[in-house]
């Protein structure tokens, strides 16, 4: 904690109480580290629940969209998670025991299992 305190990562308080001193809305460096332990160690891991569980949910879904609607429902989850970090921001007053660890993944990119490829009689597959 002393070395984090050093490093002005966080601030050391009284009661062994901390305040972080980085945004919660960083940015990861491209291909950095913490993005390969993001990959390599998180994201296994938190795919690994069955999203039953209370305060749990996941959604696939799949189909063909143009260009256009791509972008649209990218706008859309920028807006989603510019709510969440308000949320979180807001939160922040709240008692610790009244909140709890939470992530949210949403993802989207024109993709197709490559499987699905290998079925093709055109293999040459079409790209975005």
């Known amino acids: 904690m002393a070395k984090l305190d050093r490093m002005r990562i966080i601030e050391l308080l009284p009661g062994n109480r901390v305040k972080m001193m980085i945004s919660k809305n960083f940015q990861w460096i491209d291909n950095g580290p913490i993005q390969h332990f993001y990959k390599n160690v998180i994201q296994p891991e938190f795919f690994e629940s069955s999203f039953n569980g209370a305060g749990e949910h996941r959604i696939f879904v799949s189909g063909m969209l143009t260009r ?27 008692e610790r025991d009244q909140r709890f660890g939470t992530s949210l993944v949403i993802a989207m990119r024109p993709w197709e299992p490559d499987v699905f490829g290998k079925l093709r009689r055109n293999q040459s597959n079409k790209q975005f």
Do not use: G, M, P, V
């Open 68 to 94: 256009t609607s791509n972008s649209e429902i990218i706008r859309k989850i920028k807006r989603l998670s510019a709510e969440f970090n308000e949320l979180n921001t807001e939160d922040q007053s709240a």
